[in-house]
């Protein structure tokens, strides 16, 4: 008897024991299982941050302190043309020194630093050819934890390309429309004040100083049209065309007879290839007949004292497609120019005389828009002395059918009237 309380002692140890080693299982399990799942939401969350980053449009990338790129995502990647980035020094990876110099500033100071960066086509970050002639780049740096010695640091590369070509436009458009208005304006005051001090005595000096004055007055009125239709397509006022089915031919036809005088006067030969004379386009007959009417007098004035013939046509490239174009057999346009030839009031007239009156330098800007505006699109080619052509693809959208046009001639609210207000300013103005 004296061993029983022993005995029972032993037992409630040995079941206290039994059951911490299971509580203690339990508890090793369940931390096994908060561990993993953590491990897992951990990866879960790693994975989404990836993704994130990788859906930027800007690329972003981690240096260590010792300029090895820790991590980036795939813009960075496809920044660099596909080449190898996480494990490289930063300088390995961008080689223009302009790229690197924010990065290392702000390394060395560990502060933030931004900068923007403009380079040419060959420099780009890209390691391609760009065809926009120079891009620009914002690069902001900045390190994670500014109080430590030795931290990470974030590196962001926008591309502003967009903002800064349009910014460059902006300040050209202004340049060179206060030059264009300076020079046609400085000459009739010239003039003026000769009239006003007496210094015209003659009839014949007269008439020839009110002719010179006459003619730079028109020239400055027919910039600042130009200007106004620039502005209108660039506005969206295009999304408001007055959309209405007419025969290409008659567009054609119109524009020919404006520019008659002209075309007799160089004595220009036209031909006319056009597949289809009941080809029929839905759009704005204004801005086509402004396009049109650009391109022949663009290809008349470009060849004053050379014998000319001028091509005009239309053709359909299957069912999905048709193509007009302009063509003539002048001087041409040297392959340096062809690439800028639709910026406005860029020229290429180094043949011609100094004294003449020239174009405002807006026409093509005008066309090129106003084919957009139509959804189509347009492209030149140049031999030359031998052809030059002008090709304007439309899709089928842009075609009428021809009920659309008899409804049009029946004046019926489906096809409007062929005539705008705009194309009645037009034929006064002509």
Known sequence: MSYLPTILAALLAGAFAYL?????????????RIGKSLRQQKKRLRKEQDRLLNALSDAFF??????????????????????????RNYREVFLDERLNR??????????????QVVLPQQASPRGIVEKRGETAW?????????????????????????????E????????????????????????????????????????????????????????????LVISRLES?????????????????EEVLDRLEPLIQQQKTKIRLKIEDES??????????????????????????????????GARFNGEDEVTLWVADNGVGIPGVDLPFIFRRFYRVEKHHSQDSIKGTGLGLSIVKRAVEAHGGTIDVTSVPGQRTAFSIHLPKEALATEEQLLLAAAGDG?????????????????
């Open 168 to 227: 460059q436009v902006r300040k050209d458009f202004v340049a060179n429309a206060s030059h264009e208005l300076r020079t046609p304006l400085s000459i009739i005051n010239g003039y003026l004040e000769n009239l006003v001090e007496g210094d015209i005595d003659n009839q014949a000096m007269l008439k020839r100083a009110l002719t010179v004055m006459q003619k730079h007055g028109e020239r400055i009125a027919r910039i600042v049209e130009d200007m």
């Open 138 to 166: 914002v690069i902001d740096v900045a390190p994670l934890n500014r109080n430590a010695k030795k931290t990470i640091t974030r590196v962001v590369i926008r591309d502003i390309t967009t903002e800064h070509l349009v």
């Open 279 to 312: 080809l029929a386009l839905i759009g704005d007959r204004f801005y086509w007949t402004q396009v049109f009417f650009n391109l022949v007098e663009n290809a008349l004035k470009q060849n004053p004292r050379r014998p000319l013939t001028l091509e005009i």
């Open 20 to 32: 911490w080693f299971q509580e203690r299982k339990k508890a090793r399990k369940a931390e096994a």
């Open 236 to 252: 969206g006022e295009a999304a408001a065309l007055n959309v209405s089915p007419f025969l290409f031919t008659e567009c054609v």
């Open 414 to 430: 489906d096809g409007q009237a062929l005539v705008t207000d705009r194309e009645n300013e037009e034929g006064e103005h002509a």
């Open 62 to 87: 981690l240096i260590g302190p010792d300029g090895v790129i820790l991590f980036a995502n795939e813009t960075t990647t496809e920044l660099v043309a596909g080449r190898r980035v996480a494990g």
């Open 102 to 115: 924010p990065i290392e500033d702000s390394l060395t100071s560990g502060r933030g630093v931004v900068h």
